[in-house]
C-alpha cells in the first residue's frame, strides 16, 4: 500500500513551495495536489476525474487549505468525517487564515490539526519537516482496511 499524502491547495506557488519544502526536508511519501476542493473529493472517494483510481488507497494524510475554489475546505472536511471510508484518515489544515471561527469550525468538524502557513520559506521549511516527522514516521496510523 501507498503512503500517500494528499495536498489540497489551490495557489500553485503554495504547492509548489510545500512539495519543495517536503523535499528539502527528506519526505519521500508521494503527494498529491488536488487543485480545488471538489477535486480532493473526487480523489479520496474515487469519482470524476479521479473515477480510475482505486478507492481502497486512501491518503495516509490530508494537508488541506480552507479557502479553496468550488468546495471550501471546510466542507471538504465535513465530507470526509460524514463518510464511512474516510472517516479517520487524518486531516491537518493548512492554511493562511487566522480567523478563530476557522479554527474552532475546523476542530468542531473533526480536523486532527489545525496549522498556519509560515509564510517565511525557512519556518514553512521547518513546518513541513515536523509536519512530516510526525505524522509520517512517529505517529502510528490505523491500520490499512478495505474501503467499505
Known amino acids: 500500500m501507498k503512503n500517500t499524502i494528499l495536498l489540497v491547495e489551490d495557489n500553485a506557488s503554495d504547492a509548489k513551495l510545500t512539495l519543495l519544502a517536503f523535499a528539502r526536508c527528506g519526505v519521500s ?14 480523489y479520496l472517494f474515487a ?37 464511512e471510508a474516510t472517516r479517520l484518515v487524518p486531516v491537518v489544515i493548512l492554511t493562511s487564515s487566522k480567523e478563530e471561527e476557522d479554527i474552532v469550525r475546523g476542530y ?16 514553512f521549511a521547518e513546518c513541513a519537516k515536523i509536519l512530516g516527522l510526525f505524522w509520517l514516521l512517529l505517529n502510528e496510523p490505523l491500520p490499512r482496511r478495505r474501503a467499505p
Open 108 to 123: 468542531t468538524l473533526g480536523a486532527n490539526a489545525y496549522i498556519r502557513k509560515p509564510v517565511d520559506f525557512v519556518q
Open 29 to 42: 511519501n508521494e503527494v498529491t495536489v488536488a487543485h480545488d476542493g471538489a477535486e480532493a473529493l473526487d
Open 47 to 83: 469519482t470524476g476525474i479521479h473515477a480510475e483510481r482505486d478507492a481502497m488507497e486512501l491518503p495516509t494524510l490530508v494537508l488541506l487549505d480552507l479557502n479553496l475554489p468550488r468546495i471550501d475546505g471546510l466542507e471538504v472536511l465535513r465530507r470526509i468525517r460524514a463518510h
